[in-house]
């Protein structure tokens, strides 16, 4: 374990420092995550990208990386991306063009998407569009009206970006929207919202409120979900401002359909205890 970033050293972003992610992105190591702006305000947070670019560009080793970092810039004419609390991005490429998404919330808290250059990946290289706002009643909770933590797995043809839903208590979830890779993924028509959460509290055993999720491989290649959640019983609010969340994994499957499951449920558990199961087999 190593630091490569610290905000004592940067003279532009401050120390409200939110969920990082690493990607590779046309032969370069970056690490997008949510910063401050100000010293002094919590909330005025925006999506910054580091790269691994000096030395011999080893991301293990502390002296490739920057120290500023980029805030990520709009496209020219676009007035909505970044220009109010903004955070949780995160990296894909699809047929050769290369996007962002993340959460921005002039309202409600809303997931967008854009383009980007891949060699000066915090430049948006097209509008932003509105990919998903909540609007069913598992998206919200009390005041909190969220879409956040955009993560995206592709399959079968198909692209699926999670996120996150309602407040980060029990009612915390996730949800799926999904388009055609070969689609134009900047036209919402493109885009599919599932209207039910595909991940929440009652589809785990002693967990609750599943969320803010990214995707990637188990040692054999199989895709996981690695995601947070809080345990039952634990001492604290459950609100945004108890830290009682943990980190969990668990294999991600697949529908017949090409759609990923998250909810698996361990076959052990559909099984009453002290059941005695018998099989008979027929050899023809």
């Given at each position: ?14 120390r ?17 995550f ?129 996120f ?21 993924l ?40 690695v ?58």
């Amino acid at each position: 374990e190593i630091t490569i970033w610290d905000e004592k050293n940067s003279t532009t972003s401050f120390r409200y420092i939110w969920a990082p992610e690493l990607h590779y992105i046309n032969g370069t190591w970056y690490v997008l995550f949510t910063s401050s702006n100000s010293s002094s305000n919590v909330w005025g947070i925006r999506p910054v990208i580091i790269a691994c670019n000096k030395g011999d560009k080893n991301p293990i080793d502390p002296a490739c990386w920057e120290t500023q970092g980029h805030y990520c810039e709009p496209f020219a004419g676009d007035n909505v991306a970044f220009n109010s609390f903004s955070l949780d991005m995160t990296y894909f490429e699809s047929g050769g063009n290369h996007y962002v998404c993340w959460a921005e919330k002039p309202t409600t808290s809303n997931i967008m998407i854009a383009a980007i250059d891949p060699d000066q990946p915090w430049k948006t290289t097209s509008k932003s569009l509105l990919l998903s706002r909540p609007e069913y009643a598992w998206e919200w909770n009390a005041n909190d009206w969220v879409n956040e933590g955009p993560a995206v797995i592709k399959n079968n043809g198909k692209i699926y970006v999670a996120f996150s839903a309602s407040s980060v208590n029990e009612t915390y979830c996730v949800g799926f929207v999904y388009a055609d890779e070969t689609a134009n993924l900047l036209d919402i028509e493109s885009w599919t919202k599932v209207g039910y959460p595909v991940l929440e509290s009652v589809d785990l055993v002693n967990q609750n409120g599943p969320g803010h999720n990214s995707f990637s491989v188990d040692e054999y290649g199989n895709p996981v979900i690695v995601y947070h959640a809080r345990t039952p019983g634990e001492a604290g609010d459950k609100g945004l401002y108890d830290p009682g969340r943990h980190a969990r994994v668990k294999s991600v499957n697949f529908a017949v359909d090409g759609m990923p499951v998250l909810n698996m449920t361990p076959e052990e558990e559909l099984l009453p205890a002290n059941k005695n199961i018998q099989i008979k087999v027929i050899v023809q």
